[in-house]
């Protein structure tokens, strides 16, 4: 009668199986500790009840995902969990299975009810108040990107709320192709970015500033203390 030496016994010794955490560890600890999640289940309404991921923890899984698994499209997400600890990293009952892109595209429909610039300068008030970062000082700037192919630059007039994929002062020295525009304001003490918004590729910096500055200045003095911009 033979004898498995590990286990001193005929049974085979207990198999092992590994999974892979990387960076995503640090990523979700640093989302949980800022409580990004819990103030996107907050703010945003949700049907409990009937899902087993929330929208902020199906936020985390896209911000995991966007750090790992880049230029890829939403419905693979699942693949890109399938060897990763999944519960550790979003929560206890969630598997692989349930970061469909049913589900994230649920929740980025929420985001864009609600106001993604919005929701976003709450996220990074919420971000500075539990850092305990002092921003008196804020600076604004743009930076333009260029896309390839045909988009929505043949519109007279874009959609309300949809930006225009078109020409305009390009910062990339491409002027010949269509780009948007992503609007930054960072606080100076560790560069955090408080306020986001994506422009349409002509839009005017003289303009937009003005309107970004009207628009958001009463709810950056109130969150975060914004004194000078």
Do not use: W
């Not at 010794?13 to 996107?40: F, K, W």
């Amino acid at each position: 009668m033979a004898v498995h030496i590990e286990t001193g016994s005929m049974a085979s010794p207990r198999h092992y199986s590994s999974q892979v955490l990387n960076h995503l560890g640090l990523v979700a600890g640093m989302y949980d500790e800022l409580g990004l999640g819990e103030l996107i289940d907050q703010v945003l309404v949700q049907d409990e009840d009937s899902r087993n991921v929330s929208l902020g923890q199906a936020v985390k899984a896209m911000v995991l995902n966007g750090l790992g698994f880049t230029q890829r499209a939403l419905y693979l997400t699942p693949l890109f969990f399938k060897d990763k600890p999944v519960e550790r990293l979003l929560g206890l009952g969630i598997t692989a299975e349930h970061l469909n892109d049913d589900v994230l595209g649920r929740a980025l429909d929420r985001i864009y009810a609600y106001g993604p610039t919005r929701l976003y300068a709450q996220l990074a008030a919420r971000a500075v108040q539990r850092l305990g970062l002092v921003c008196r000082f804020g600076h604004l700037d743009a930076s333009s990107f260029h896309v390839d192919g045909q988009y929505n630059s043949a519109l007279e007039e874009e959609p309300t709320g949809v930006i225009h994929i078109t020409r305009g002062y390009s910062r990339d020295h491409r002027p010949e192709l269509n780009q948007v525009v992503l609007q930054l304001l960072c606080e100076r003490q560790a560069g955090i970015p408080l306020l986001m918004e994506a422009l349409s590729g002509n839009s005017s910096d003289k303009t937009a500033f003005r309107e970004t500055i009207r628009t958001y200045i009463g709810q950056l003095q109130g969150d975060v203390g914004l004194e000078i911009l």
